[in-house]
């Protein structure tokens, strides 16, 4: 049952998008899985189908409060998946828990408390390299890269690996599970050579399913939705699905 985390440390690749769609197609598949918001900004509770104003219990009452409030917070939601939502008020506090001993590692005793009841759990990340992306690194067993197929986006990978490295201090087992190559508009040639620059130096770690770039993509998280609900026969819906039955090959 691993925990799994998008991260890469750079906006608008896909991470919330690829937690979300993966998550969904892993429960269909019959998977026990978990959803944890780890990012202020609260796009995964929304595109879920969540208003961050409307939840009582989130993400940074477990961090501040402690580990036991996480079975309270956790939400049933209708797509199958269970979901740690985030509020605003996770930015909030984030000056205060930096201020704590083992800050970096109050996720990290929140899911164990739950990891035995799933058989995934899948957290996005924010962005930036802060305190709760530091959080997730520390709680993970493998972080999982949305690689926007964009020279821009690929050049941010080393400065993903630095940091993994300097989490291994707090989590030895760290590692880069695998890069989901997203975003793919197959008319550009720059597109199709970040993707083959990808595969050159990463190998086996690139999942052989690529996103396409969509606009389904773009309205299914307007309309609160999963892809697999929204569009369920969009290319979109077809990949993520793909990858959710890679996901399920590489982690068993
Ligand atoms: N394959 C795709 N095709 C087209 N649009 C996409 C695709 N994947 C994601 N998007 C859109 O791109 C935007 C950014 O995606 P997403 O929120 O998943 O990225 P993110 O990495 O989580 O961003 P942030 O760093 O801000 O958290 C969203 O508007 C989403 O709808
Ligand atoms: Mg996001």
């Given at each position: 049952m691993p925990i799994l985390a998008m991260a890469m440390?750079?906006?608008g690749v896909g991470k919330t998008t690829t937690t979300l769609a993966v998550g969904v197609e892993l429960a269909r598949m019959g998977r026990r899985v978990l959803l944890v918001d780890?990012?202020?900004?609260?796009?995964l509770t929304m595109i879920a189908g969540y208003d961050p104003a409307t939840i009582s219990l989130?993400?940074?009452?477990?961090?501040?409060?402690?580990p036991a409030h996480i079975h309270q917070a956790i939400i049933q939601t209708t797509y199958g998946v269970h979901l740690l939502p985030a509020t605003l008020s996770l930015a909030g506090a984030e000056p205060i828990l930096s201020g704590r001993i083992g800050r970096e590692l109050l996720l990290r005793a929140a899911?164990?408390?739950?990891?035995?009841?799933y058989d995934y759990i899948l957290i996005d990340s924010p962005p930036n390299l802060g305190l709760f992306t530091?959080?997730?690194?520390?709680?993970?067993?493998?972080?999982?890269?949305?690689l926007q197929a964009h020279v821009l986006a690929f050049k941010a990978l080393p400065q993903l690996e630095q940091t993994i490295q300097?989490?291994?201090q707090l989590n030895p087992v760290i590692q880069i599970g695998g890069i989901i190559v997203t975003m793919v508009d197959k008319r550009t040639m720059v597109n199709q050579?970040?993707?083959?620059?990808?595969?050159?130096?990463?190998?086996?770690?690139?999942?052989?399913?690529?996103?396409?770039?969509?606009?389904?993509?773009?309205?299914?998280?307007?309309?609160?939705?999963?892809?697999?609900v929204y569009a369920p026969d969009s290319?979109?819906?077809?990949?993520?699905l793909a990858i959710a039955q890679e996901v399920a090959r590489r982690y068993g």
């Open positions: 440390q750079k906006g780890a990012d202020p900004q609260s796009n989130s993400i940074a009452d477990v961090l501040a409060e402690g899911l164990r408390e739950v990891r035995e009841q530091l959080n997730v690194l520390a709680a993970a067993d493998a972080v999982i890269v949305p300097l989490v291994r050579e970040v993707e083959d620059a990808a595969r050159q130096q990463y190998g086996s770690l690139v999942f052989e399913t690529v996103v396409p770039f969509t606009v389904r993509l773009v309205e299914a998280p307007a309309a609160a939705q999963p892809i697999s290319t979109g819906a077809k990949a993520y």
